[in-house]
């Protein structure tokens, strides 16, 4: 009986010393892009790239993860903000939760510097008014078709990945962000 309590208390005082996982804190992400800035154009790609592809790999594991406006949560859906906060605030980053202060963050880029891993701004559904309304990363770039995943609340109605050829998306298009 009493190896049982000793077997039992050893194994409760590991479980609690184990820590769990958490998001790498703000100054480290910092220190990593300030020597990052510092590498050799050659190898600052090749972490963009790794960093990009992570994140795609990521986002695109909810495809299909209904719309809910307001929310950022996997298990009960994403509205477009939620959805590009959540995958971004995954892999640490401190990112805006609204399209609109998407649009006032990070590195702007034209659309002919896109990189992959970029977040694509549009206007909300009146392409009229240019307020920011509708966000996405961008998936892939195939010569000039852009792709990008985002949480839909057209036909798609969740998770998604469109062309900005598709329906009226260039008509709504605004800007892109670089946060990578």
């Known amino acids: 009986m009493k190896k049982v ?3 039992f208390s050893i194994l409760f005082s590991n ?3 184990v820590r769990p996982q958490s ?3 703000v100054q480290y992400q910092q220190m990593v892009q300030t020597l990052t800035k510092q590498l050799p154009l ?3 790609q090749e972490k963009a790239f790794t960093s990009a592809d992570r994140l795609l790999e990521f986002a695109k594991s909810m495809l299909g993860v209904r719309y809910r406006v307001a929310s950022r949560s996997p298990k009960k859906g994403f509205d477009c903000s939620g959805f590009v906060n959540y995958v971004f605030n995954n892999f640490g980053f401190k990112v805006p ?3 609109r202060d998407f649009a006032a963050s ?3 880029r034209q659309l002919s510097d896109a990189k992959i891993g970029d977040v694509i701004v549009f206007t909300g559904t009146n392409s009229r008014s240019r307020t920011p309304g509708h966000v996405g ?3 892939s770039i195939d010569g000039d078709e852009v ?3 985002h949480s839909s609340s057209g036909n798609a109605k969740g998770v998604t990945i469109s062309s900005l050829e598709e329906g009226f998306y260039k008509k709504r298009f605004m800007k892109v962000i670089s946060i990578l």
């Open 15 to 17: 479980a609690l010393l």
């Open 137 to 139: 990363i961008i998936y």
């Open 42 to 44: 050659e190898q600052q």
């Open 147 to 149: 792709k990008f995943i």
């Open 5 to 7: 309590i000793i077997l």
């Open 23 to 25: 998001t790498i804190p």
């Open 106 to 108: 990070g590195e702007p």
């Open 97 to 99: 939760r609204s399209s």
